[in-house]
Each structure stands twice: as C-alpha cells, then as structure tokens.
Nanobody
Framework: QVQLVESGGGSVQPGGSLRLSCAASGSMSSINTMGWYRRQAPENPRELVAQITTDGTPTYAGSVKGRFTISRDNAKMYLQMNSLEPEDTAVYYC?????????????WGQGTQVTVSS
C-alpha cells in the first residue's frame, strides 16, 4: 500500500502563485512516475496537469506549460503554480504510478482545493 498526502491548496487572486506538495509513503517501486491531476468540476474527468519520472523528466499539459513547474525529491513531489488563472480552479490530486512483478499500480491522494478568483 502507498499513502499520498497533499498540502498547499488554497485561494488566490488571478496572477498569484501557490505551491502544492505531496508526500508518498509505503511500499512502491523505486522506478515510478509521480504526477498531478486536477478535476475542475465534479462531472469532469481528472486531467493530467504534470508528471515527473524517477530520473526527473517532466511532462506538462499544454494549458500549464510555462506557468507550472513540477519537481520531486525522492518520495516528495511539488507543483509550483505561477500566473494562476480562474481556469486553474480545481481539486488537485497527487498520483503515483509504477510497475511491480508485471502488474501496474496507481495510487491517489485525497485531493486539495485550489481556487483562483478575484
């Protein structure tokens, strides 16, 4: 089992910044991908915001490229969000994905709310 705990959400005005953190604990493969997803409305699916591999290779959604920066330090992951827009309002979820013994695993955090509003 893997536990993921997010922190750092909150409310900010357009143009502001927030930093999300995710701490992973438990048993997971040393080779894994950690990522941030968000759900902008309850009826919407979760969408990938950014992800980063064990060797530090990042991937970003087009809508956040140049504004958000993902980073990690072993089992801790961060998302620096700058120039926030109202469209970034969502519940943000931490995810870890890995393969072990020919089986794939996905774990999710409980989510943290980010609200961008004037």
């Amino acid at each position: 089992q893997v536990q993921l705990v997010e922190s750092g959400g909150g409310s900010v005005q357009p143009g502001g910044s927030l930093r999300l953190s995710c701490a992973a604990s438990g048993s997971m493969s040393s080779i894994n991908t950690m990522g941030w997803y968000r759900r902008q409305a309850p009826e919407n699916p979760r969408e990938l915001v950014a992800q980063i591999t064990t060797d530090g290779t990042p991937t970003y959604a087009g809508s956040v490229k140049g504004r958000f920066t993902i980073s990690r330090d072993n089992a801790k992951m961060y998302l620096q969000m700058n120039s926030l827009e109202p469209e970034d309002t969502a519940v943000y979820y931490c995810n870890v994905h890995f393969k072990r013994m020919a089986q794939f695993y996905d774990y999710w955090g409980q989510g943290t709310q980010v609200t961008v509003s004037s």
